[in-house]
């Protein structure tokens, strides 16, 4: 660790992921060679972790807190809470909840995550469900989604406040005072969708509640740069994430058989080849890892758990940026807020 005028404390779930603890920790060197300020500590296995951190350039001051214990990809989210507080994924968000760390980051299983992080960091006041948000690229700016797979059925009330949150998300981060966001659905239409669809609409295109609201939207809309936060429920988002990510490889192998088919095709990427390597970098899923968990009082980041060491560092990065733009403190007010003019709204009515 290298300290700065503002140290970043990151608990790091090391034995969560397909790749763990290799990936977890060489992607927290590359994260600490990038920004000196990250203090990290990593809960698992200390000899294996050891292992790796002794081929590190950027973990000289990194600590180990050893732990056995490790949540199984198959268990269920009861079932890590009933044996977990020995597990590494437990003990990284403890230290969160203690005051010990600023955010934990994790590979591991998301359901067992969210009950965890939800069971230890609660929810904020006014918060009704937690949320997972993440970002995805776009033909323009990189745009922030959510529910990815936390709620998988959701009511007019969650996709109201998954806006509030997303908004106050985006902005924290990117410094863009009036986000474009829109609600997803089959269709643009106003009579599109189910009713509590047609609810949340109408309540999100209120002025008074402050959302730059651009209506419904649909999936064709996700990647034309033209909206910053896209709500939905956590199954439609899942599938979309999930779908993304495989349309983003397919692309990506199709392209690749194509240039290599003919001896034309091999001159013309050799001649194309920066602006190919610029566009591969632009859908590269391991530059938008590290999905946030919304509406907890503290700081979650989940990593896709089958990422690389490239990708693990950009969820690293997520948690850091967090912290370092105080994005707690710009939640819990505009939910505050938010719940204040909704709760008018409905004693008016």
Request: aromatic share 6%; net charge neutral.
């Amino acid at each position: 660790m290298c300290a700065d005028t503002k140290t970043v404390r990151l608990a790091l779930d090391a034995m969560g992921g397909d790749n763990a603890p290799a990936c977890v920790v060489r992607g927290a060197d590359i994260a600490c060679r990038n920004h000196p300020h990250l203090a990290v500590t990593f809960y698992g296995d200390e000899a294996r972790i050891k292992s790796f951190i002794g081929k590190a350039r950027h973990l000289a001051n990194a600590r180990v807190i050893h732990t056995g214990e490790a949540v199984s990809p198959d268990d269920t989210a009861s079932q890590a809470v009933r044996r977990g507080k020995t597990t590494s994924m437990w003990m990284a968000i403890a230290s969160v909840a203690d005051g010990e760390a600023d955010a934990v980051v994790s590979a591991g299983n998301t359901g067992a995550l969210m009950a965890m992080a939800k069971l230890q960091l609660r929810t904020m006041t006014g918060v009704t469900r937690p949320a997972i948000a993440a970002f995805f690229p776009t033909v323009g700016e990189h745009m922030c989604m959510l529910d990815l797979g936390a709620n998988l059925e959701c009511d007019a009330e969650n996709l109201v406040q998954f806006a509030i949150l997303g908004q106050a998300f985006h902005r924290s981060l990117t410094g863009k005072s009036e986000p474009r966001l829109g609600l997803l659905n089959v269709g643009e239409e106003e009579q599109k969708g189910h009713e509590y669809l047609r609810v949340a609409s109408r309540q999100l295109a209120d002025p008074e509640l402050g959302i730059n609201y651009q209506g419904f939207v649909e999936g064709s809309d996700l990647t034309n740069g033209k909206l910053d936060v896209v709500v939905t429920d956590g199954f439609s988002g899942n599938i979309a994430l999930k779908t993304a990510e495989g349309i983003s490889a397919l692309f990506t192998r199709l392209l690749r058989r194509s240039l290599a088919s003919t001896m034309l095709s091999r001159l013309g990427y050799f001649l194309a080849r920066g602006a190919l390597s610029e566009m591969r970098r632009h859908i590269d899923p391991r530059s938008y890892n590290g999905a946030v968990f919304l509406g907890l009082n503290g700081i979650a980041v989940k990593s896709h758990g089958g990422t690389d060491r490239i990708g693990f560092a950009n969820a690293i990065n997520v948690a850091s940026e967090l912290v370092d733009h105080g994005f707690l403190p710009d939640v819990s007010e505009a939910i505050a807020r938010g719940n204040t003019i909704l709760e008018q709204k409905k004693e008016d009515a």
